[in-house]
């Protein structure tokens, strides 16, 4: 915690209790504001910010509870601790109905005051950090949210938004596992469409007769099964947008059809011959890159023209691995909440291992990553044990010293390396043993040279 950046206000209109308190916070280190009387404490708290707010809770015209209740209408996420003189039971419960952090009664230990300041305003900065997690959350359709404090990302995000408000055809490049159809999403949610269907469809899942048919639907007795008429997703889609996940993915033959219909803006049913009018939003998706794919005759020219109006290129994970501690909070969250697990983090030690590692996958590795982490464990932590293995062998490829960076010595190395199999071990310096190669006289003997713990076990 950075005292210093922690700002409190204190109220008592005893000027020796006052002072006194006042003195013992600022050599602990806070930034303390202090004053004798609750208006005055209201019009500070009408001009800053605080993050703990300290009152007596009898004084005159503004008592401490008009002091609470002015500091949580002004800034919700300020805690305010409560002093008296007066300790009731009732006052006490009072207080912490009306939002009080705790309650201390005069006379007071400074101990039992530092210990409840320091909890308090850990609280207040986990609002803080919560505050700024959900500030880097875009909620797209349901539950479904896109995180990033990455500035790459917040431009690309910012250049969707802008592009949404057009009506203009989008096609998303980059990896697979970036998070192409989730831009696609907020693309719709803060379009002029976004009232109207959002409807997605992965071009490579299907056979071209079925994709011509999931797209363009089918009229009643057009095929063998046909019992009814069916509308495609274009159709379907009508007055919102149509997501095309790996467009390139099309045969020549079915992107002249998609052409017409965006040249037309209209389709036909296989087995008609009436035509429908369609108003809808194009965005697709590819992984290859689509320019290539042009020049190398696997894409329509004209087709690419049409669909590529704006084109936004998403980073791999690798590129923006400031993300990582972000993502890897949301994804703890996630799996957490659904699993009913309590799981809070990751250590310190895996934190390491993924800012290192390469993700080919990309986010939806991490992912991954993460919900396997989740259901391994039982602690609240996970560990680099709950690592798939190849991770885990990332550990021990990679250790470096951390003042310096260098590569270490032997003896380092191979101290690492005990550690990291008792770790594995769970500290069974019988199986350690077995698994280092060395039997258990030799282990102790290496441990003691390290002077690491050699106790039995």
């Given at each position: 915690?950075?005292?210093?950046?922690?700002?409190?206000?204190?109220?008592?209109?005893?000027?020796?209790?006052?002072?006194?308190?006042?003195?013992?916070?600022?050599?602990?280190?806070?930034?303390?504001?202090?004053?004798?009387?609750?208006?005055?404490?209201?019009?500070?708290?009408?001009?800053?910010?605080?993050?703990?707010?300290?009152?007596?809770?009898?004084?005159?015209?503004?008592?401490?509870?008009?002091?609470?209740?002015?500091?949580?209408?002004?800034?919700?996420?300020?805690?305010?601790?409560?002093?008296?003189?007066?300790?009731?039971?009732?006052?006490?419960?009072?207080?912490?109905?009306?939002?009080?952090?705790?309650?201390?009664?005069?006379?007071?230990?400074?101990?039992?005051?530092?210990?409840?300041?320091?909890?308090?305003?850990?609280?207040?900065?986990?609002?803080?950090?919560?505050?700024?997690?959900?500030?880097?959350?875009?909620?797209?359709?349901?539950?479904?949210?896109?995180?990033?404090?990455?500035p790459q990302m917040l431009k690309l995000?910012?250049?969707?938004?802008?592009?949404?408000?057009?009506?203009?055809?989008?096609?998303?490049?980059?990896?697979?596992?970036?998070?192409?159809?989730?831009?696609?999403?907020?693309?719709?949610?803060?379009?002029?469409?976004?009232?109207?269907?959002?409807?997605?469809?992965?071009?490579?899942?299907?056979?071209?007769?079925?994709?011509?048919?999931?797209?363009?639907?089918?009229?009643?007795?057009?095929?063998?099964?046909?019992?009814?008429?069916?509308?495609?997703?274009?159709?379907?889609?009508?007055?919102?947008?149509?997501?095309?996940?790996?467009?390139?993915?099309?045969?020549?033959?079915?992107?002249?059809?998609?052409?017409?219909?965006?040249?037309?803006?209209?389709?036909?049913?296989?087995?008609?011959?009436?035509?429908?009018?369609?108003?809808?939003?194009?965005?697709?998706?590819?992984?290859?890159?689509?320019?290539?794919?042009?020049?190398?005759?696997?894409?329509?020219?004209?087709?690419?023209?049409?669909?590529?109006?704006?084109?936004?290129t998403l980073p791999p994970l690798v590129?923006?691995?400031?993300?990582?501690?972000?993502?890897?909070?949301?994804?703890?969250?996630?799996?957490?909440?659904?699993?009913?697990?309590?799981?809070?983090?990751?250590?310190?030690?895996?934190?390491?291992?993924?800012?290192?590692?390469?993700?080919?996958?990309?986010?939806?590795?991490?992912?991954?990553?993460?919900?396997?982490?989740?259901?391994?464990?039982?602690?609240?932590?996970?560990?680099?044990?709950?690592?798939?293995?190849?991770?885990?062998?990332?550990?021990?490829?990679?250790?470096?010293?951390?003042?310096?960076?260098?590569?270490?010595?032997?003896?380092?190395?191979?101290?690492?390396?005990?550690?990291?199999?008792?770790?594995?071990?769970?500290?069974?310096?019988?199986?350690?043993?077995?698994?280092?190669?060395?039997?258990?006289?030799?282990?102790?003997?290496?441990?003691?040279?390290?002077?690491?713990?050699?106790?039995?076990?």
């Amino acid at each position: 915690m950075n005292k210093e950046a922690n700002r409190l206000l204190v109220v008592d209109d005893e000027e020796v209790a006052l002072t006194n308190l006042v003195y013992v916070l600022k050599k602990e280190g806070y930034s303390v504001t202090g004053c004798m009387s609750g208006p005055d404490a209201v019009r500070l708290l009408e001009k800053h910010d605080y993050d703990l707010v300290i009152t007596d809770l009898k004084m005159e015209k503004v008592d401490g509870m008009g002091v609470l209740g002015r500091a949580k209408e002004l800034h919700p996420d300020t805690e305010v601790l409560m002093i008296t003189g007066y300790a009731t039971v009732d006052s006490a419960i009072e207080a912490m109905k009306a939002g009080a952090f705790h309650y201390i009664a005069k006379p007071y230990k400074l101990d039992e005051v530092r210990k409840v300041v320091h909890e308090a305003l850990e609280k207040t900065g986990l609002k803080k950090e919560n505050k700024k997690l959900r500030e880097h959350l875009k909620v797209f359709y349901g539950e479904t949210r896109l995180v990033t404090n990455n500035p790459q990302m917040l431009k690309l995000l910012r250049t969707a938004e802008q592009v949404a408000q057009t009506d203009s055809n989008v096609v998303l490049c980059g990896e697979s596992g970036t998070g192409k159809e989730l831009v696609a999403r907020l693309i719709h949610s803060v379009s002029p469409r976004k009232n109207g269907q959002l409807l997605s469809i992965n071009c490579g899942a299907f056979s071209e007769e079925l994709l011509t048919n999931e797209l363009f639907g089918h009229e009643k007795g057009a095929f063998t099964g046909a019992t009814a008429m069916k509308k495609g997703l274009i159709e379907m889609a009508d007055g919102g947008t149509l997501f095309l996940d790996e467009v390139t993915e099309m045969s020549l033959t079915m992107q002249v059809k998609l052409l017409r219909a965006l040249q037309e803006k209209e389709i036909l049913r296989v087995g008609s011959t009436t035509p429908v009018k369609v108003d809808v939003r194009f965005i697709s998706a590819t992984n290859r890159n689509l320019q290539e794919e042009v020049q190398a005759g696997h894409f329509r020219h004209d087709l690419y023209f049409r669909i590529n109006v704006v084109s936004l290129t998403l980073p791999p994970l690798v590129d923006r691995k400031d993300d990582i501690p972000l993502l890897v909070s949301h994804f703890l969250k996630k799996y957490a909440t659904l699993t009913g697990k309590q799981v809070e983090s990751v250590s310190q030690e895996v934190l390491d291992i993924l800012m290192r590692y390469d993700f080919p996958g990309n986010i939806r590795e991490l992912e991954n990553i993460i919900e396997r982490g989740v259901a391994l464990t039982d602690r609240p932590v996970i560990e680099a044990s709950h690592l798939p293995d190849d991770l885990r062998g990332m550990a021990l490829k990679t250790f470096r010293r951390k003042d310096s960076g260098e590569i270490p010595t032997l003896d380092e190395q191979e101290q690492a390396y005990i550690l990291w199999v008792l770790q594995e071990t769970a500290g069974n310096k019988t199986l350690a043993a077995k698994m280092l190669g060395i039997d258990r006289v030799s282990l102790w003997r290496k441990l003691k040279k390290y002077g690491l713990e050699a106790d039995e076990a």
